[in-house]
């Protein structure tokens, strides 16, 4: 008794599943991913730059050098404090140069300030997610003055040029923890958009013969959020956080750039382009590294971003 073969296609394929079980959502999205030379090198370099936040003091052990550490000897007191060498101090001991009067070293500090972007993104993210999708849900499913009572607070604060009031309201509040009130600001001002996207999808899955079923079964409320309706928003969902954290890093860097956002000592990749424009003649490298870090971490989030939801619409048209 003969055994037949495996097809080429199940041995090229690393994701496939024992026998002709069908794919799950998340293992063909992970296969679209796969083949998607964008995604590939935009996952990389995140995880690149994950590696580099999580691995923070452990690249300051090595080094030598903290974020806040200075190195007199590494700058040029003749020169106005310009770092010695080429390339901004590139050297051995500093990896990617350092800072201009101070000598701090600019790879401890992208590392430190790599925790505080994700950290903020990450956190608004979460809570604007949980925000948006209950909110929504409710305006949605409910409708009647729940829906508009809802619908107007979105109103409201959608109404408002956000970046304009950030700054407005971080200036008044005192220093204390600025990540804390970094995040709490782009939340109340975020979970509209994401919650008027819910409560649309809502309204069009809420009267779907679906629903109407499990309602004359005798399922319950949350039975019917949780089982009929909230499966059905996974991919919208998806799709706008992913998309939602480069863009709050982006705020994030944007206040720090103003003077509004995380305050010194602590590192963040803004403050650090804020304090390079007036270097970017006489020391380019102080304000490249920065910068360089802050635009290829958003671009790939973007890029990741848009390549699920293009994976998850081709899922949906299949």
């Not at 580099?52 to 452990?58: R, Y």
């Not at 848009?306 to 619409?313: E, L, Q, T, Y």
């Amino acid at each position: 008794m003969t055994t037949a073969a495996p097809s080429h296609e199940a041995m090229a394929d690393p994701l496939a599943g024992a026998g002709d079980a069908p794919a799950t959502e998340g293992r063909r999205i992970a296969r679209a991913l796969l083949r998607d030379r964008g995604a590939v090198l935009s996952t990389v370099f995140l995880g690149l730059v994950v590696l580099m936040a999580i691995c923070a003091p452990l690249i300051s052990a090595v080094t030598g050098h903290g974020p806040n550490d200075f190195d007199p000897a590494a700058v040029d007191t003749n020169l106005g404090g310009l770092p010695r060498g080429a390339f901004g101090g590139v050297s051995a001991d500093h990896l990617l140069g350092v800072e201009p009067q101070n000598g701090r070293d600019i790879l401890a500090r992208i590392a430190y300030g790599a925790r505080v972007s994700f950290l903020i993104a990450i956190s608004a993210t979460v809570l604007t997610t949980l925000l948006g999708v209950v909110l929504g849900l409710l305006a949605g499913f409910y409708q009647g003055w729940v829906d508009q009572v809802i619908s107007r607070i979105m109103d409201f604060l959608m109404a408002f040029p956000a970046l304009i009031f950030m700054i407005a309201i971080l200036s008044s509040l005192p220093t204390g923890d600025r990540s804390v009130l970094l995040v709490t600001v782009i939340t109340v001002f975020g979970w509209p958009y994401l919650a008027r996207v819910v409560r649309g999808q809502t309204l069009t899955l809420v009267n779907r013969e679906f629903v109407e079923a499990a309602r004359a079964s005798g399922a319950s409320t949350g039975a019917i959020v949780f089982k009929e309706i909230l499966p059905n928003l996974r991919n919208s969902l998806i799709v706008m956080t992913t998309l939602a954290v480069p863009g709050y890093i982006g705020t994030e860097a944007g206040l720090s750039f103003l003077g509004v956002g995380v305050t010194p000592p602590t590192p963040s990749w803004g403050q650090m382009i804020s304090s390079a424009v007036s270097w970017y003649a006489t020391d380019p490298m102080y304000f490249a590294v920065p910068g360089l870090f802050l635009f290829l971490t958003v671009l790939s989030l973007t890029v990741l971003g848009d390549r699920v939801r293009a994976a998850s619409d081709a899922g949906e048209a299949s």
